[in-house]
C-alpha cells in the first residue's frame, strides 16, 4: 500500500507530488507523450528559408493543422501535429457528450499545460471568492510554486491586480508593435484609471534567465507548433525530475475509473489505455488531480451516480483583433515572442475581466485567415500587409455556477459525461473596450471579435466545490477532503467555487502544494 497515489501529471498532480516528498507515493497517469518533431529546433521564421517544405511540421501530413476552419475551433495552440497529442484519444476514452460544451481534455502527461498561455497571477481575496482560504494562508505556498517553476513580469500598473513575487525575473521582449501601444498607453494612462482599465507587462511561468537548470526563452515562435519548449513551465518537467530523483512512483497507461472509500485507505480502479487491461491499486490517501472535468466524472462513478448534475465553470472569452494602421506594410519582426506580452485589466461594476495581448508571428496566417470577412484571395494578400500590425487579445470573462450549466454521468457503463452550457458576452462592455483601443491608436471593430464556443476558455472549475460548511455530497472541505469520504482530497480546478477572470493555475498549484503538504504532515 502507498502512502498516497495521485491521479494525473497535470499542474495540480505535480504540485501535490512536491508536498508529498519524502512518502511512498504512486501517479497514475494516461501520460501520452508528444511525437518528436527533429525539423523543428531553430525560429520557425529561419526554418522557412532553410527547409523547403514545412508542411508535415507545421500542418502534418494530412494537413489536419486545418481542420479547425472547416469545424468547431479549439485553442490554435492545440492544432499542429506537434501538439495534437495534448488531446489524443480524450474524446473515445473520456468523452463529454454535448450540444453546448466543446470540452478539451488531455491525456497527455502535464496535462493541459502543454499547450497553456502560462500565466500566472496570485489571486486576491476577492477572487478566491467561497473559497474558504485566505491570500495569508496561500502565500508561502505561492512563493515555493514561484521559486520552484521561475516567473517573470514587472511591477507596473498591474502590480496590484497580481500581486508581489520576490524573485520575479526580467519580462519578455517587447515587439517594435507591443512597445508602441505600450508607449501610449502610458502617455495616456491618466485617462486609462478613470476608465477603470491598466495595461502591464504579461506575468508569465516564461524564464527570460536561465533557473533551475532550464534554458531562456529563444524567441522562435515555436509556442504554437511544439510542447516542451525549456523555457515555458510545463508540469512534465517537474514529474520527470521526481521521476529521475526516484521521489514517486510513476505509472502511465492508466485511466482511473473509480475508487472505495474504505476504513483503513482507498482502493484505486484503473484500466489501461488500450482498454485490455485492468488492475487495482491501493493506497492510504488519494488525491484527484485530474481536471475539473475527469475528477468530476470519477467522483460521480464512484458513488454510482447517474442523476445529480455536477456545476462546471470556465472562463468564456472573446478574442480582439487589434490593428495599429500606422504599422501596415512595416518589416515583421520575425524573433519576436510568440507568448503573450501584454495584459489588460478591465473593471466593469462588480466584474472584472482580464486579458492577454499576443503578436501574430505565434500563429499561423491560415489560423486567422477564417476571422477576415473577405474572399480566400483578398485575406491572405491582407493578411501578409497586417501581420506587423496586428495584435491579438483574448480577453476572459469571470463566471459563477448557474443551473444552466452542467455535467452528468450516463449510466451504460461507458463512462461518458452529458453537458450543457450557456454563455452570452456582453456586448456593451466588448464595444466600450474597442473604444478604449481607439485611443491608442488602434482600430477593433466589434463585428470582428471572435467568441469561441462555450468550454473554448479551457479553464474548467467548480464541479467539485470547496466550502467552509453545510457541505453536500459533492463538496469539498477547506483541507481538501471531498465530503462523505474518509481518504480522497481534491488538487486541481475542481475545488474552485466561481471563477475570476485570472487564470487559475497557479493558484490550484498553490492550494494543490498546500493540501499535500499538510497530508504529508498527517502521514507522520
Known sequence: MFDACIVGSGPGGVSAALGLRGRRVCMLDAGLLPPPRPNLESNVFDLRQSTPDLTSDLLGDDLSGLAHIFRTPVS??????????????ADRITPVVSDSFHAAISLAQGGLANGWGAGVYRFHQRDLGALPVTTAQLAPFYDAI?????????????????????????????????????????????????????????????????????????????????????????????LRGLIRNREIAYEPNWIVTRYEDLEAGVRIHAVSLDQQRSQVFEARKLLLAAGAINSARIALASNYDFGTRLPICDNSLAVFPLLDLRAIGAPLGTHDAGVAQLNVVLDDG???????????????????LPNFPLPLRSSLAFARACAPALSLLMLFYPETPRATNYLRLRPDGSGTLDAAYQ?????????????????????????????????????YAGTLPMASSRHGAYQTHADGRLNRTRHVYLCDGSIFPELPAKNLTYTLMALALRTATRLNEGLA
Not at 492544432?79 to 495534448?86: A, E, H, K, L, V
Open 76 to 89: 490554435l495552440k492545440l492544432n499542429s501535429p506537434g501538439t495534437s497529442f495534448i488531446l489524443e484519444l
Open 146 to 238: 514561484s521559486a520552484h517553476m521561475g516567473v517573470c513580469g514587472a511591477e507596473d500598473d498591474l502590480l496590484s491586480d497580481f500581486g508581489t513575487e520576490p524573485q520575479l525575473q526580467p519580462p519578455v521582449r517587447l515587439s517594435a508593435n507591443m512597445a508602441r501601444l505600450y508607449a501610449r498607453y502610458q502617455s495616456r494612462r491618466a485617462f486609462f484609471h478613470r476608465h477603470h482599465a491598466r495595461i502591464g507587462r504579461a506575468r508569465l511561468a516564461v524564464l527570460t534567465q536561465p533557473h533551475n537548470g532550464r534554458a531562456p526563452y529563444a524567441y522562435r515562435n515555436l509556442e504554437f507548433f511544439q510542447a516542451h519548449d525549456p523555457a515555458i513551465y510545463n508540469p512534465a518537467f517537474t
Open 350 to 368: 462588480p466584474r472584472t475581466f482580464q486579458g492577454s495581448i499576443y503578436g501574430s508571428t505565434g500563429a499561423l496566417r491560415s489560423d486567422l
Open 423 to 459: 454563455w452570452s458576452p456582453d456586448a456593451v462592455l466588448e464595444r466600450r473596450l474597442c473604444g478604449l483601443w481607439r485611443k491608442l491608436g488602434v482600430v477593433c471593430l466589434p463585428s470582428l471579435i471572435q467568441h469561441p464556443a462555450p468550454g473554448g476558455g479551457i479553464h
